[in-house]
């Protein structure tokens, strides 16, 4: 999952490398824009639904809080 999750986010912005980051947001990696981008493509590559309370900046902080997240969204 994870190397899935390293493909969108590089596919959304192709000039960083993303593995071992950690804080995409306080590194001036990702913005709100992006964020959104995220989300969308993270719902349509792991058929899940991220529910609006959880688009939070610390889900989408690095890889490892992301793959948290969509786990948590396909329990639900």
Do not use: C, Y
């Not at 999952?1 to 969108?8: F, H, L, P, S, V």
């Not at 990702?30 to 900046?57: H, N, Q, Y």
């Amino acid at each position: 999952m994870k190397e899935q999750i390293i493909e969108i986010l590089k596919e959304i912005r192709p000039e960083f490398e993303f593995d071992g980051v950690e804080n995409f947001f306080d590194e001036g990696m990702l913005d709100s824009f992006d964020l959104m981008t995220l989300v969308a493509s993270l719902d349509e590559r792991f058929a899940v639904k991220i529910d609006g309370m959880d688009i939070l900046p610390e889900n989408f902080a690095n890889v490892d809080a992301i793959e948290k997240l969509v786990k948590r969204s396909r329990a639900k």
